[in-house]
């Protein structure tokens, strides 16, 4: 089951960390990651880096720009994890086939935000985007409903709340993690924000912020 406000006892020891921020299309998997990297973290896109269209089973590459085949390189994905030159890595995105590689990650922490505003963020998506024809919108309605298509344990963030206040919520779990895993000062700390940077100056909301591509 998902734990609000918990975290995972089975998460092993690394020289690095690494986290997977997942949820459904327009909970704001992109808004995450561009205020992670605004902040100096290293965050990954993964709906821009890592995926493709392909069997969520096997990899295989296909013909297609379908919800159902919006997958990430797994290869690419243990590629980078296994990179000890950060002390923290987040990947932000959804794919079909995190069943291949969610174990490799030190937690998941899952986006969610109420239908209400589920709606209002599609409402602003212009044309031609994902989520913005009736299909799509159906689709991603009721992916919100079932939760099929995320993780099924993880971390469950509130998103509907400002994006300063999401991200802080985010690293506060990611310090207590560590301080948990072992003795704070042999383990990996994570950089401090730069001090010209004022977190009450972090953007909000913005429907080009929210996960838009295909598939999403």
Request: hydrophobic residues 35%; aromatic residues 6%; proline residues 5%.
């Amino acid at each position: 089951m998902l734990a609000p406000g918990g975290l995972r006892e089975d998460t092993a020891v690394m020289g690095v960390r690494n986290y997977l921020v997942e949820g459904v299309s327009g909970t704001g998997k992109t808004s995450v990651c561009r205020e992670l990297n605004r902040r100096g973290y290293q965050a990954i896109n993964g709906d821009r880096a890592l995926a493709y269209q392909g069997d969520p089973e096997t990899g295989e590459a296909t013909d297609t720009a379908l919800h159902q085949n919006h997958i990430w390189d797994v290869d690419q994905v243990g590629a980078l994890i296994a990179d000890e030159q950060e002390p923290v890595t987040f990947f932000c995105g959804g794919s079909r086939n995190f069943s291949k590689f969610i174990n490799l990650f030190d937690e998941v922490f899952v986006l969610d935000i109420d239908l209400g505003t589920l709606h209002q963020r599609l409402d602003q998506r212009p044309q031609g985007e994902w989520g913005s024809r009736p299909s799509e919108r159906d689709l991603i309605v009721r992916l919100h409903q079932s939760k099929e298509d995320i993780p099924g344990t993880g971390v469950v963030i509130d998103a509907t709340r400002p994006l300063a206040d999401v991200v802080d919520d985010i690293l506060q779990l990611v310090e207590r993690a560590d301080v948990r895993g072992g003795d704070a000062a042999a383990r990996p700390q994570l950089r401090q924000m730069p001090q010209a940077l004022d977190p009450r100056a972090a953007r909000v909301w913005t429907h080009d912020d929210d996960d838009t591509a295909t598939g999403r």
